[in-house]
């Protein structure tokens, strides 16, 4: 009698234990299959949006519903194309690959303006996405012509890219550290062409940025400004952070980001170190909340009660990925999945009532001019959808 109420407790309990978690499977499964289902409907909208080459979609003011779109000339042009590369590169959808294709093509003639340090942003997240899974020649000469553009703003006394050509009566030669992602293209276009004239303006940029634009703890200011002449420092200041001395989140993501690819193509070790030295500001700072997607600023006096910026969460994640690779340390990974974990909900998820082509809710783009606020950025989406392949992979 007492081993037949064992057996028979023992059995309940089991049946129990098994039950809810099939019950929490069910559960699980179900949820990944409805963001599954959210995410298709928004990649769904990307390749619907009409091709204009006028039109290139950038963002989506959640308060008045407008797409805000863009010419080719905008900075933001080739991430929209080069969306659609990567979710061919997602989804194996062929669809995809052929929209991508016309979408690139509006951006070509791109690659001879010489008014802009963007040409990494706008040649190479289109036309570079364009060759890794097409290598068409074509996309190969694009991408060199447009490093031969963008040397053109090379000044070898600074030792750096000039960034913006406005403000020149009060920034002589601003250098950003968005600059520091244009870095790619020049390293890319040495690989495709051989020739080292590239890769080595790429290593100076990269020397004068880790020698001048970074405080004592490893944040990053935003605008360093220099003496054509000289080559001095005139100046360090923001355009896009609270003040010249805070720490704006997408900034110090640029950084985190520049320096990883900076290691990636030259295995010089002080590139890694400062890759790490920004990565552990970012990762360790205290205001940064627990789902790990930064407040716009790490330095604005309102926090918690200030905007978040998605597009530098997905830009510092995917940038770990493959941070992570190059050390032993896990933590870049953990917050890899972390990100990623926290867009893969209807919290960051764009509902599937939004006619918008864009993916993910609040992003940020500029604070103190009350510009792209809290809502989709295309470039929030193009690092978003690296970070899911860097993973995947």
């Not at 490093?147 to 000044?155: E, G, K, M």
């Not at 005139?234 to 990883?260: L, P």
């Not at 309102?302 to 190059?326: F, R």
Request: net charge negative; hydrophobic share 35%.
């Amino acid at each position: 009698m007492y081993r037949i109420c064992i057996t028979t407790i023992v059995t309940l309990v089991l049946f129990v234990f098994v039950s809810c978690k099939d019950t929490s499977v069910k559960q699980s499964n179900s949820e990944a299959v409805s963001i599954d289902s959210l995410l298709q409907n928004r990649y769904e909208k990307l390749l619907e949006y009409p091709l204009d080459s006028l039109s290139i979609p950038r963002s989506y003011n959640p308060i008045s519903k407008e797409i805000f779109k863009v010419e080719p000339k905008d900075w933001t042009s080739g991430f929209y194309p080069g969306n659609l590369w990567q979710l061919y590169k997602l989804t194996g959808e062929e669809v995809f690959k052929n929209k991508a294709v016309e979408w690139t093509k509006f951006i070509e003639k791109e690659k001879y303006n010489d008014g802009t340090h963007d040409m990494g942003f706008k040649i190479y997240s289109s036309f570079g996405e364009g060759f890794e899974v097409t290598n068409e020649e074509h996309y190969k000469d694009v991408i060199v012509e447009s490093a031969n553009t963008l040397i053109t703003r090379f000044n070898k006394n600074v030792g750096s890219l000039r960034s913006w050509d406005f403000n020149a009566d009060i920034w002589e030669f601003p250098v950003i550290i968005d600059n520091m992602m244009n870095l790619e293209l020049l390293f890319e276009a040495t690989r495709i062409s051989g020739d080292s004239i590239y890769h080595n303006i790429a290593i100076k940029h990269a020397n004068t940025t880790l020698k001048n634009h970074f405080r004592e703890d490893n944040s990053s200011y935003h605008v360093v400004v220099y003496d054509t002449v000289s080559g001095r420092v005139n100046s360090k200041v923001t355009h896009q952070g609270f003040n010249d001395n805070s720490a704006w989140a997408r900034g110090q993501a640029w950084g985190v980001y520049g320096f990883t690819m900076c290691y990636r193509y030259t295995k010089n070790p002080m590139y890694l170190e400062q890759a790490e030295k920004l990565a552990v500001f970012y990762l360790n700072h205290s205001k940064l909340p627990e789902d790990g997607i930064p407040y716009w600023d790490f330095d604005d006096p309102n926090i918690p009660n200030v905007v978040k910026d998605v597009s530098a969460a997905a830009i510092v994640a995917s940038a770990l990925v493959e941070l992570s690779t190059y050390t032993n340390n896990d933590t870049y990974l953990d917050y890899s999945n972390k990100v990623l974990n926290t867009l893969k909900t209807e919290e960051y998820i764009i509902s599937p009532d939004i006619d918008a082509p864009f993916i993910l809710k609040h992003s940020t783009g500029n604070w103190p001019k009350n510009d792209e606020m809290d809502g989709p950025i295309v470039y929030g989406d193009f690092y978003f959808l690296e970070l899911m392949l860097r993973i995947k992979e």
